[in-house]
């Protein structure tokens, strides 16, 4: 199968910028992308770097973007691309992370977040039993963190992560898919103190894109994330922007039935909050003078009781 | 065609342009719509986080009344479509979820057996309405027109519960640009997030991602953008003045809603597509078709 592998090169050391080179391919059928790159590499230019290892998606070394989406390249087949009606593959490095040369980035900030996270078991000492015996857990104790558990730290939804992009500060899909194996883990002890901690690091900042649910290994960070959350909040930590959002949120829509998001940011500012409003006046003077606020009383399903009545039967106290 | 019409709460709160220019384009189309103004607020995956059980009963509520009323449900926003289907999935998948909601919603009277399926506008003008039935419907053609189709990330992903384009190159929404006689320029950031969903929680981060975007429009030099939900557009057009002042850019790019654009294709009055509810006045960019 022909196909062309336009590569971002750079070697920030000696090109003032990165620039594209243009590698022809003609491969077997089922080749990978990697096969490729390893082809480029033994014939055509030995100076391409970038990282693989076992090339069978279990060392997470392969991480590159090709037309537009992180992917590890040893589990690619170029003819999925092809297939996609692109001949053409796109090959950048990682996003989120500076590059070293070509396609190798420095993963430092991937492992800070994740070292953030405390990724190891912190159970009670008085309840850890005695060397010579096991720590038992039964495996539907360990169900909810069943998908977590198969991360293979390759960064892929990492570098794919538009909140991670533009926030240095977020704990990124991947920490906080860990941060939630071990929150779930009935053996761990810091639950609370994790949580609390969560919250610092970013566990409300995701923005639902999902692209995180392209992970190679099925983690699926974005339910994590979504999990933590309402764990976080049943376990009472709700003196933060994302719960106090989520919970008026709910409340809102308990009232009418239909989100009244004029109210919902003035709650959330804090009705007494005078530099708060003021902050948000311009803004709220814009969508006004569109004809873009409109009154309460049109965000009112038909039968509203029918709502409040769900709401009661399986809304918590708070909800109601 | 007849379909059970699902406006969400943004069309009819802060958007109401694109609940109005939907109504005009599907009178031109002639495709009717039942407004359910019973129907709940999606929950928009918030009300998810907090409690998946409740946001999947209220979503349930909507497609029993969708069910009972023998039709398909039509949405105008990206979130309501990705959450509507994960819940549609999610119950569909567990016959003991189902029984469970369906004991939840007999208080009201109701039922739900799953079989409501849910479709966002795009994939209704895409795949069952037709391109080429749409393009017949041209008579003010975009000619000339550079459109940055913005697809955004809810609509695509997960894509058992979305839809009916590929995630990783979706096409559905170029080829309706040029269907319309538009032309589609590609983009780095059309299938990236916008950042709405974190635009109360940390404006910062969000108007950086709304920004960027923008930018990244501008660059392929496209005339406007346009998407297929109110929260896209809120990110991108209501608050572009004040995204674009807090992060220091100086883009500035009119955003219309694909019912717009669709609506001016087909020669529905500017007045009654509500252009002027924009935030950021597409005159300039729309003189070459208007
Ligand atoms: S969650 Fe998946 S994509 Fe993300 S680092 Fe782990 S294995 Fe890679």
Redesign the pocket.
């Given at each position: 199968m022909k196909s062309t592998f336009l590569i971002q090169r750079y070697v920030p050391e000696q090109d003032s910028a990165p620039h594209v080179e243009r590698y022809e391919l003609d491969l077997w059928d089922e080749a990978t992308i990697l096969d490729g790159l390893l082809a480029i590499k033994d014939s055509q230019d030995d100076s391409l770097a970038f990282r693989r290892a076992c090339r069978h998606a279990i060392c997470?070394s392969c991480s590159m973007v090709v037309n537009g989406y992180t992917k590890l390249v040893c589990k690619t087949a170029i003819a999925s691309e092809v297939k996609r009606g692109r001949s053409e593959l796109k090959i950048t490095p990682m996003r989120s992370m500076k590059v070293l040369k070509d396609l190798i980035v420095d993963m430092s900030p991937f492992w800070k977040h994740f070292r953030d996270v405390e990724p190891w078991l912190q159970p009670d000492p008085a309840k850890v039993p005695p060397p010579n015996e096991e720590y038992r857990v039964t495996p539907q104790q360990l169900a909810p963190s069943r998908k977590d558990l198969?991360?293979?730290?390759?960064?892929?939804?990492?570098s794919d992560c538009g909140v991670t992009e533009v926030d240095s500060h977020f704990a990124g899909?991947?920490a906080l898919?860990k941060a939630h194996r071990f929150v779930t883990d009935p053996r761990d002890s810091k639950r609370k103190e994790r949580l609390e901690k969560l919250v610092d690091l970013g566990l409300w900042d995701c923005a639902h894109a999902y692209n995180?649910m392209e992970?190679?290994?099925h983690?699926d960070?974005a339910h994590a994330i979504a999990d933590l959350r309402r764990i976080s909040i049943e376990a009472g930590i709700t003196n933060n922007i994302g719960a106090k959002h989520s919970q008026q949120f709910t409340k809102s829509v308990g009232r009418n039935g239909r989100l009244d998001e004029t109210r919902l940011v003035m709650e959330l500012t804090g009705i007494t909050n005078v530099t708060g409003q003021i902050r948000n006046a311009p803004q709220g003077v814009r969508m006004l003078l569109k004809g873009k606020l409109p009154l309460p009383m049109h965000q009112k399903v038909d039968n509203p009781k029918e709502v409040r009545r769900i709401f009661e039967t399986v809304g918590t106290k708070d909800e109601q | 065609m007849k379909y059970a019409y699902f406006t969400g709460c943004v069309a009819k709160g802060t958007c109401p342009e694109l609940h109005a220019s939907t109504v005009e384009l599907a009178k031109v189309l002639g495709i009717e719509l039942w407004e359910m103004t019973d129907a709940t607020c999606c929950g928009a995956g918030v009300i998810r986080d907090e409690n998946p059980e409740l946001q999947i009963a209220l979503n349930a509520r909507t497609f029993a009344m969708a069910e009972a009323a023998e039709m398909d449900i039509v949405n105008i926003c990206s979130t309501c479509q990705q959450n509507l289907g994960q819940d549609n999935r999610a119950m569909r998948e567990d016959p003991a979820l189902l029984e469970r909601t369906n004991d939840i919603l007999s208080q009201n009277g109701l039922h739900y057996s799953g079989k409501t399926q849910v479709k966002n506008l795009l994939w209704v003008l895409v795949g069952d309405y037709g391109l080429d039935r749409l393009a017949q419907k041209v008579v003010r053609p975009l000619t000339g027109l550079r459109v940055a189709s913005y697809y955004g990330c809810q609509l695509l992903r997960p894509v058992e519960d979305t839809g009916y384009d590929d995630p990783d190159n979706p096409t559905s929404f170029d080829n309706l640009v040029r269907a319309l006689g538009g032309t589609p320029v590609d983009y780095a950031g059309k299938t990236r997030c916008c950042g709405f969903h974190i635009l109360t929680v940390n404006e910062d981060t969000s108007t950086k991602m709304a920004v960027k975007r923008l930018e990244e429009a501008e660059e392929a030099e496209a005339d406007i953008m346009v998407t297929p939900c109110p929260l896209c557009h809120t990110s991108l057009d209501a608050y572009q003045p004040r995204a674009t002042k807090l992060q220091g850019s100086n883009v500035r790019m009119p955003v219309l809603h694909l019912s717009q654009l669709v609506g001016l294709a087909c020669g529905i009055d500017v007045g009654d597509l509500k252009l002027n509810q924009l935030m950021v006045s597409p005159q300039s960019a729309l003189s070459g078709v208007l």
């Open positions: 997470g198969n991360c293979i730290l390759c960064a892929v939804c990492f899909p991947p898919a995180c992970c190679p290994k983690v960070p | -």
